[in-house]
């Protein structure tokens, strides 16, 4: 499923076999129950302003790039910094590619232009055996569904406030996570 992203950044980013723990290590991110699974990254996209970028992921053939500084931002430099460790890389050399890989990731993940609301089945092999990969103590959640669900409840009944036109717009609704593009 990400046979040519690994190749990709394991000869762009002179990562060799790390490409694949790289990857691991994105995944483990992404789906971490402590937060938010996918769901939850883009929620912390929007807290740091960068909801439209990571918007422009979703489902899209060609996304959006993010620079280091803002991808660190975003993620923290802790879980850079993590990643770096467990891969014995340089530390620069991990957010470089972390940043590359991120966007294509987040499409591949979203092909329908929808946030997975459990972890793809293809990618459950890549997840295997991690264990705290992707942040210190972390834990992968094979049940995020339930975290999205929580989400929801959370959100007021009568739903987020309207979008700007010709924005996209990903919002939670009691009902469904749906992407929402204001003509």
Request: net charge positive.
């Amino acid at each position: 499923m990400f046979e040519a992203l690994i190749r990709d950044a394991a000869k762009r980013f002179g990562l060799g076999d790390k490409a694949n723990g790289l990857l691991a290590a994105l995944l483990s991110t992404i789906f971490d129950e402590r937060s938010g699974g996918i769901a939850g990254l883009f929620a912390k996209f929007r807290e740091q302003g960068l909801g439209d970028l990571f918007g422009s992921w979703i489902g899209n053939a060609q996304p959006k790039p993010i620079e280091p500084q803002q991808l660190e931002n975003v993620l923290g430099a802790n879980v850079i910094s993590g990643i770096a460790d467990k891969l014995g890389m340089a530390r620069g050399t991990a957010i470089a590619a972390v940043s590359a890989m991120l966007p294509e990731l987040i499409g591949m993940l979203t092909p329908n232009g929808q946030l997975p609301t459990s972890i793809p089945s293809g990618v459950s092999s890549y997840l295997g055996g991690l264990g705290n990969l992707g942040q210190a103590g972390g834990k992968v959640s094979h049940a995020v569904g339930s975290t999205v669900r929580n989400a929801e409840a959370a959100v007021p009944a009568n739903g987020p406030p309207a979008a700007s036109a010709g924005s996209n717009v990903w919002c939670w609704r009691r009902s469904s996570l749906r992407s929402v593009i204001a003509r």
